[in-house]
């Protein structure tokens, strides 16, 4: 776009023409990669060097789903590179790296001032905003909507580059060679990428670049059981040796000249300030240095953690809160809003509830649900001379750097983010209170500091799912068919109470307090899916509680799945219906379902779901950045030691196109772990503002014993490809409950499930 000085100053006078004007103008960025000598940077997301490594550049967090993978595979298919030299590097946050569709998805929570212009991955105004505020957050599964064709771009331009210096030395055209295995060919020649990069450097790639034809995609493979276990994997993924040998560095793994240790005690949950606490008690603690006070929390340095958290468990200071979370009072504002709570409609079909006379109702809850991390927070930071550096595992980075700098009152250009891995996230690190703590630890300490959550701390301070009171009706048809559905769902809109602390650095209260009485259609997210109900209503009641509440893995899919997958499995029981048939019969808008049922009823050998079978089924959709995923799971249940337990899954799933089929597979069998955690456990309540369970044993989670035999299909499709690590999660609770409902004639309605067996 060619713009001058007087046509900026003539849009001006025109009235926000300036403002429209340099918001579409085109952004250019210098390659955040620094190539080191003897290496080539090819734009933003790769290097090649010569002795022919081809680095590439990965801006998502690393938490366990396989990113440091995925994104160097998408490169290495379309450059023609040698796996065994390909390598990962982290880079800086830049606007280079934008999660276009992520922002697309949350365009509700940043509030962009034209809406209109900023709500599809396409719209410019969308763009600049992402790229403008580096928003290189990880979350949803979006890393391959974001990122696969600009890494498709940047290793076609290359390759081409490439074979224009082979081209050169053979004196043939380059658009008649080839690159494959880490060379380029043509005929009887080779040359390596070693041998050509120098020479590459001198070409300008053609525009646009000559992209391979064909879809990057591991081929399909035979579902023969044997095939399965003998099958190589093509791209085994880049951070296993490191996971295996111990030197993966992730947060606790730093290690800094001169760094002593920090523990912190916070205040229950919300707005709590910290009284007073006698240091006197730890006066004679070893490797004591000080304690640091904070409005709503304690921290103590020492030279080792664990006098540092010893100090404080002596000393156990005081905080006081004047309306402190309490679980009574949350259940009684959740059943007052789902009964008579005002509520918004996010989406209706058809006449919605027009004449509305329902025949069949239920009402379903959800406790608070902990994340649950193996690794608990921790985060280490440095302060020299305004300088900050942070070495901690966040998803969202910019908004981690904002928050820091915005603690110390510097700039945030002056706070340098190291980026680490995380075990484990499950949304977790979406937020970022580190951030602001480590900041302050840092300026008082003098000296590096680090910062490791006890797992009390991490079940009191950290948010959690929210909880959730549903009432879903139906007006039945002939033989059960479902001719009118209304659901009203009661819970706090968390996702715009997030929004304000992450895009405007709210604390939790002030959140709550800006977003109270508004609609969230996150938290409805996929209960209206797949299904052709003629008539239907899915409503929000907006409930505010005294708790901050935040994302999870599988988001409101988590929830809305188990509400509907086992409404319907009620009605279809009720009226003598087979539960696979029955839902069959409703997709006419969703015939790829249909295939999926159909599959997983054959890995599991369905037998109906009769009385006594133990067998239970539900299936589910997402979409997400243009590409739909798709999965049926059958949970097997049966008596076992202390009760019912889940023996065996199948799961069938069609996420589209398969780029990496062992990281799906272990996406998606963590998934199904992981919902059933959800359905099993994962809860806590709360009392005088703190959560009832202190420990990660006391949330019964599936231990290596309790976890069920898993089969898993992936059903062959050439769609966009969908992220396998979310679609694991919403199936699973309905599955369970409708299993547990086959195996001992009790329908469960809460989740967790077993506490309504208590």
Same mark, same amino acid.
């Given at each position: 776009?060619?713009?001058?000085?007087?046509?900026?100053?003539?849009?001006?006078?025109?009235?926000?023409?300036?403002?429209?004007?340099?918001?579409?103008?085109?952004?250019?960025?210098?390659?955040?990669?620094?190539?080191?000598?003897? @290496?080539?940077?090819?734009?933003?997301?790769?290097?090649?060097?010569?002795?022919?490594?081809?680095?590439?550049?990965?801006?998502?967090?690393?938490?366990?789903?396989?990113?440091?993978?995925?994104?160097?595979?998408?490169?290495?298919?379309?450059?023609?590179?040698?796996?065994?030299?390909?390598?990962?590097?982290?880079?800086?946050?830049?606007?280079?790296?934008?999660?276009?569709?992520?922002? *697309?998805?949350?365009?509700?929570?940043?509030?962009?001032?034209?809406?209109?212009?900023?709500?599809?991955?396409?719209?410019?105004?969308?763009?600049?905003?992402?790229?403008?505020?580096?928003?290189?957050?990880?979350?949803?599964?979006?890393?391959?909507?974001?990122?696969?064709?600009?890494?498709?771009?940047?290793?076609?331009?290359?390759?081409?580059?490439?074979?224009?210096?082979?081209?050169?030395?053979?004196?043939?055209?380059? @658009?008649?060679?080839?690159?494959?295995?880490?060379? &380029?060919?043509?005929?009887?020649?080779?040359?390596?990428?070693?041998?050509?990069?120098?020479?590459?450097?001198?070409?300008?790639?053609?525009?646009?670049?000559?992209?391979? =034809?064909?879809?990057?995609?591991?081929?399909?493979? =035979?579902?023969?059981?044997?095939?399965?276990?003998?099958?190589?994997?093509?791209?085994?993924?880049?951070?296993?040796?490191?996971?295996?040998?111990?030197?993966?560095?992730?947060?606790?793994?730093?290690?800094?000249?001169?760094?002593?240790?920090?523990?912190?005690?916070?205040?229950?949950?919300?707005?709590?300030?910290?009284?007073?606490?006698?240091?006197?008690?730890?006066?004679?603690?070893?490797?004591?240095?000080?304690?640091?006070?904070?409005?709503?929390?304690?921290? *103590?340095?020492?030279?080792?953690?664990?006098?540092?958290?010893?100090?404080?468990?002596?000393?156990?200071?005081?905080?006081?809160?004047?309306?402190?979370?309490?679980?009574? +009072?949350?259940?009684?504002?959740?059943?007052?809003?789902?009964?008579?709570?005002? *509520?918004?409609?996010?989406?209706?079909?058809?006449?919605?509830?027009?004449?509305?006379?329902?025949?069949?109702?239920?009402?379903?809850?959800?406790?608070?649900?902990?994340?649950?991390?193996? @690794?608990?927070?921790?985060?280490?930071?440095?302060?020299?001379?305004?300088?900050?550096?942070?070495?901690?595992?966040?998803?969202?980075? @910019?908004?981690?750097?904002?928050? %820091?700098?915005?603690?110390?009152?510097?700039?945030?250009?002056?706070?340098?983010?190291?980026?680490?891995?995380?075990?484990?996230?499950?949304?977790?690190?979406?937020?970022?209170?580190?951030? &602001?703590?480590?900041?302050?630890?840092?300026?008082?300490?003098?000296?590096?500091?680090?910062?490791?959550?006890?797992?009390?701390?991490?079940?009191?301070?950290?948010?959690?799912? %929210?909880?959730?009171?549903?009432?879903?009706?139906?007006?039945?048809?002939?033989?059960?068919?479902?001719?009118?559905?209304?659901?009203?769902?009661?819970?706090?809109?968390?996702?715009?109470?997030?929004?304000?602390?992450?895009?405007?650095?709210?604390?939790?209260?002030?959140?709550?307090?800006?977003?109270?009485?508004?609609?969230?259609?996150?938290?409805?997210?996929?209960?209206?899916?797949?299904?052709?109900?003629?008539?239907?209503?899915?409503?929000?009641?907006?409930? +505010?509680?005294?708790?901050?509440?935040?994302?999870?893995?599988?988001?409101?899919?988590?929830?809305?799945?188990?509400?509907?997958?086992?409404?319907?499995?009620?009605?279809?029981?009720?009226?003598?219906?087979?539960?696979?048939?029955?839902?069959?019969?409703?997709?006419?808008?969703?015939?790829?379902?249909?295939?999926?049922?159909?599959?997983?009823?054959?890995? *599991?050998?369905?037998?109906?779901?009769?009385?006594?079978?133990?067998?239970?089924?539900?299936?589910?959709?997402?979409?997400?950045?243009?590409?739909?995923?798709?999965?049926?799971?059958?949970?097997?249940?049966?008596?076992?030691?202390?009760?019912?337990?889940?023996?065996?899954?199948?799961?069938?799933?069609?996420?589209?196109?398969?780029?990496?089929?062992?990281?799906?597979?272990?996406?998606?069998?963590?998934?199904?772990?992981?919902?059933?955690?959800?359905?099993?456990?994962?809860?806590?309540?709360?009392?005088?503002?703190?959560?009832?369970?202190?420990?990660?044993?006391?949330?019964?989670?599936?231990?290596?014993?309790?976890?069920?035999?898993?089969?898993?299909?992936?059903?062959?499709?050439?769609?966009?490809?969908?992220?396998?690590?979310?679609?694991?999660?919403?199936?699973?609770?309905?599955?369970?409950?409708?299993?547990?409902?086959?195996?001992?004639?009790?329908?469960?309605?809460?989740?967790?499930?077993?506490?309504?067996?208590?």
């Amino acid at each position: 776009m060619n713009v001058s000085r007087r046509n900026l100053l003539a849009g001006a006078a025109a009235g926000g023409g300036l403002v429209v004007a340099w918001a579409l103008m085109p952004r250019t960025f210098d390659s955040p990669l620094d190539p080191a000598p003897g @290496e080539i940077a090819f734009g933003a997301w790769l290097k090649i060097a010569d002795d022919g490594v081809v680095s590439v550049a990965v801006p998502q967090l690393e938490m366990g789903q396989g990113v440091t993978t995925l994104v160097p595979q998408v490169v290495a298919m379309e450059l023609g590179a040698d796996w065994r030299q390909v390598a990962v590097e982290p880079v800086p946050v830049d606007g280079a790296y934008a999660n276009i569709p992520l922002a *697309a998805h949350w365009a509700p929570l940043w509030k962009p001032l034209v809406p209109s212009l900023s709500d599809e991955p396409d719209d410019l105004l969308l763009e600049r905003w992402a790229q403008d505020n580096r928003f290189t957050a990880t979350a949803q599964g979006t890393a391959l909507a974001a990122y696969e064709g600009a890494c498709r771009k940047a290793a076609a331009a290359a390759r081409a580059m490439l074979a224009m210096a082979a081209a050169e030395r053979w004196d043939v055209a380059w @658009e008649q060679c080839r690159a494959e295995d880490g060379f &380029i060919y043509h005929d009887e020649n080779r040359a390596s990428f070693a041998e050509l990069v120098m020479d590459a450097a001198r070409f300008s790639p053609p525009d646009p670049p000559p992209l391979r =034809p064909e879809p990057l995609a591991e081929p399909a493979i =035979p579902m023969d059981g044997y095939a399965m276990r003998e099958r190589s994997i093509a791209y085994p993924r880049l951070d296993l040796p490191s996971k295996v040998d111990g030197s993966h560095v992730f947060a606790g793994d730093i290690r800094l000249p001169d760094m002593i240790h920090a523990a912190i005690r916070h205040g229950p949950m919300d707005r709590a300030e910290l009284l007073d606490f006698d240091p006197g008690l730890a006066r004679d603690l070893r490797g004591l240095i000080k304690f640091v006070r904070g409005k709503r929390w304690l921290a *103590a340095l020492a030279d080792n953690w664990w006098a540092a958290e010893e100090a404080l468990r002596r000393i156990a200071p005081r905080f006081g809160v004047s309306s402190p979370v309490d679980s009574e +009072k949350m259940i009684t504002a959740l059943d007052d809003a789902v009964r008579s709570g005002a *509520a918004f409609g996010i989406e209706t079909r058809g006449m919605g509830d027009a004449d509305y006379t329902p025949d069949f109702a239920l009402r379903y809850d959800v406790a608070p649900a902990l994340h649950a991390t193996l @690794e608990t927070t921790c985060a280490t930071a440095r302060l020299t001379d305004g300088l900050l550096e942070m070495w901690l595992p966040t998803q969202t980075p @910019e908004a981690a750097r904002e928050a %820091a700098a915005g603690a110390l009152g510097i700039s945030s250009s002056n706070v340098v983010l190291y980026p680490v891995s995380a075990g484990g996230s499950f949304d977790r690190r979406l937020d970022n209170q580190v951030a &602001i703590e480590i900041a302050l630890l840092a300026r008082e300490a003098g000296r590096p500091v680090q910062l490791t959550w006890s797992r009390w701390q991490e079940h009191a301070a950290s948010y959690p799912r %929210a909880p959730i009171a549903a009432l879903l009706g139906a007006e039945l048809g002939q033989e059960g068919s479902i001719a009118k559905l209304r659901a009203r769902i009661a819970c706090p809109p968390t996702m715009p109470e997030f929004g304000r602390r992450l895009f405007g650095n709210s604390v939790s209260w002030a959140a709550i307090d800006d977003v109270s009485g508004e609609a969230d259609p996150m938290a409805v997210e996929g209960l209206s899916q797949s299904y052709a109900i003629p008539h239907m209503v899915v409503q929000h009641i907006p409930v +505010k509680l005294d708790l901050p509440t935040a994302r999870m893995r599988g988001g409101a899919h988590g929830y809305t799945a188990f509400f509907r997958e086992s409404f319907l499995d009620e009605i279809a029981l009720r009226h003598d219906r087979e539960p696979l048939s029955y839902r069959i019969a409703m997709l006419g808008d969703d015939a790829p379902m249909v295939e999926v049922l159909q599959s997983v009823a054959r890995l *599991a050998q369905w037998d109906g779901g009769r009385a006594g079978s133990g067998q239970g089924l539900a299936c589910h959709r997402m979409d997400m950045g243009g590409a739909t995923g798709r999965i049926a799971v059958i949970a097997q249940a049966g008596a076992g030691e202390g009760g019912v337990r889940v023996r065996r899954m199948f799961a069938s799933v069609d996420i589209g196109r398969v780029v990496n089929r062992d990281i799906a597979l272990q996406q998606i069998e963590g998934g199904l772990i992981y919902g059933l955690g959800l359905a099993l456990g994962s809860a806590t309540e709360y009392a005088d503002g703190l959560p009832t369970h202190q420990r990660l044993a006391a949330l019964a989670l599936p231990t290596l014993a309790d976890c069920p035999q898993i089969t898993v299909e992936l059903i062959e499709r050439s769609g966009d490809p969908f992220d396998p690590g979310e679609i694991g999660v919403p199936a699973v609770a309905p599955a369970v409950a409708n299993a547990f409902f086959s195996a001992t004639g009790l329908r469960l309605r809460r989740l967790p499930l077993l506490s309504a067996m208590a």
